[in-house]
């Protein structure tokens, strides 16, 4: 299986910051790889698909890059309603396994 | 729009089976692949497995193969996930979720259901 490492695990930031979380595969991916956001007791939203696009809907702040084994979801000016666990998946083998996940929390 | 809606929350004996239902809507079904992930209480997200809508075909995780089917209904444009042989660690929110295919980009998994919290307790 594709092993997914997520850091930091957790992240304290301000409205108005800029955040970066890395996730890095245990194998060449490609750019096989999404992010997904979720929040309490809410089903997981689609953020960035293919490493760096931009899914639909979502604001302009949220970017990803990276491809190969090490990618970045940064999401720029934190907005209040960013506050949210944030889940990498790849999709290049099976399983499609998911990091751990990204808490992202107010300071 | 584009949505799934999912049966309501189960409580289940251990050994017992449960089947939940994610109608399709807003989309042609049966030109995408469902996928199914479940999420344990303050865990996260684990992928269980995925039918195609063009062939029937699944492919399951590891940990729940033998124990888990997932069939559609094209008539009714729902996916279901059938998984037997409860176990207290089968103790769960299962989602259902859209599989979009990208060109040379993998693919990825757009809308999910609201979930369906399954409980398994003596």
């Known amino acids: 299986d594709i092993q997914m490492t997520q850091s930091p695990l957790s992240l304290s930031a301000s409205v108005g910051d800029r955040v970066t979380i890395t996730c890095r595969a245990s194998q060449s991916i490609s750019t096989y790889l999404n992010w997904y956001q979720q929040k309490p007791g809410k089903a997981p939203k689609l953020l960035i698909y293919?490493?760096?696009s931009l899914q639909s809907g979502v604001p302009s702040r949220f970017s990803g890059s990276g491809s190969g084994t090490d990618f970045t979801l940064t999401i720029n000016s934190l907005q209040p309603e960013d506050f949210a666990i944030y889940y990498c998946q790849q999709t290049y083998g099976a399983p499609r396994t998911f990091g751990q996940g990204t808490k992202l929390e107010i300071k | 729009q584009v949505q799934l809606v999912q049966s309501g929350g189960e409580v289940k004996k251990p050994g017992a089976s449960v089947k939940v239902s994610c109608k399709a809507s807003g989309y042609s079904f049966a030109s995408y692949d469902i996928a199914w992930v479940r999420q344990a209480p303050g865990q996260g997200l684990e992928w269980m497995g995925w039918i195609s809508n063009y062939n029937g075909n699944t492919n399951y995780a590891q940990k729940v193969q033998g124990r888990v089917t997932m069939t559609t209904d094209k008539s009714t444009t729902t996916a279901y996930m059938e998984l037997r042989s409860l176990r207290s660690d089968d103790t769960a929110k299962y989602y259902c979720?859209?599989?979009?295919?990208?060109?040379?980009?993998?693919?990825?998994?757009?809308?999910w259901g609201q979930g369906t919290l399954v409980t398994v307790s003596s």
């Open positions: 979720a859209r599989v979009v295919i990208g060109a040379n980009a993998g693919n990825w998994f757009d809308p």
């Open positions: 293919a490493a760096s």
